[in-house]
């Protein structure tokens, strides 16, 4: 170095912001994400239970009779990025119906966390805000949908323990 001359660079001060600023950037990119997969997961989860209930209608209509959902939910292709898939969630999408009432709901848990269930009251997708998931069914078709006395028909549950949808999402033979 010659004499007189500065030497030029960055401080380690100045770095440490540049790091910083870039790290504050990087979470808010993270969390925006997140949130626009959540929102993802709850719209395949509503379409599949408008799917679930215009089969319903459909079924209703032509064959002059009660929808129940017990082999049509089994047989259902339901979006499976949408849903809480971990091993220890008890059911994710389920299906009941009052026999001889005309009454039919289907009712899902999103991956977000996030209920969202319809009956063919109103036919209409609606979010359930008053609790926890449920712990079976049978609660879920009573408390989220409102019924009295349903027929449950758990559909996507982890008793599917053999070759159903469920056992496929989890990893099961």
Same mark, same amino acid.
Not at 2 to 29: R, Y
Not at 52 to 79: C, P, Y
């Given at each position: 170095?010659?004499?007189?001359?500065?030497? @030029?660079?960055?401080? /380690? *001060? $100045?770095?440490?912001?540049?790091?910083?600023? /870039?790290?504050?950037?990087?979470? /808010? @990119?993270?969390? !925006?994400?997140?949130? #626009?997969?959540?929102?993802?997961?709850?719209?395949?989860?509503?379409?599949?239970?408008?799917?679930?209930?215009?089969?319903?209608?459909?079924?209703?209509?032509?064959?002059?009779?009660?929808?129940?959902?017990?082999? $049509? #939910?089994?047989? &259902?292709?339901?979006?499976?990025?949408?849903?809480?898939?971990?091993? @220890? %969630?008890? &059911?994710?999408? @389920?299906? =009941? &119906?009052?026999?001889?009432?005309? *009454? &039919?709901? +289907?009712? !899902?848990?999103?991956?977000?966390?996030? #209920?969202?269930? !319809?009956?063919?009251?109103?036919?209409? +997708?609606? $979010?359930?805000?008053?609790?926890?998931?449920? *712990?079976?069914?049978?609660?879920? =078709? %009573?408390? /989220?949908?409102?019924?009295?006395?349903?027929?449950?028909?758990?559909?996507?549950?982890?008793?599917?323990?053999?070759?159903?949808?469920?056992?496929?999402? +989890?990893?099961?033979?």
């Amino acid at each position: 170095m010659v004499s007189g001359q500065k030497q @030029t660079g960055f401080t /380690i *001060v $100045e770095l440490l912001i540049v790091i910083v600023v /870039i790290a504050i950037l990087a979470a /808010i @990119t993270i969390v !925006a994400y997140n949130g #626009i997969q959540n929102r993802a997961a709850d719209t395949a989860v509503q379409s599949d239970i408008n799917a679930l209930m215009k089969k319903s209608s459909l079924h209703n209509v032509d064959n002059s009779k009660q929808f129940t959902g017990v082999n $049509e #939910i089994t047989n &259902f292709k339901a979006s499976k990025s949408g849903y809480a898939t971990d091993p @220890t %969630t008890t &059911f994710n999408l @389920t299906s =009941c &119906f009052v026999s001889g009432g005309g *009454v &039919f709901a +289907v009712i !899902a848990l999103s991956k977000s966390g996030k #209920i969202f269930y !319809a009956t063919t009251n109103d036919n209409t +997708v609606k $979010e359930y805000t008053a609790g926890a998931w449920p *712990v079976n069914s049978g609660a879920a =078709c %009573t408390g /989220i949908a409102g019924m009295t006395s349903p027929t449950n028909y758990n559909g996507y549950a982890s008793t599917d323990t053999s070759t159903g949808p469920w056992r496929a999402w +989890v990893g099961g033979n």
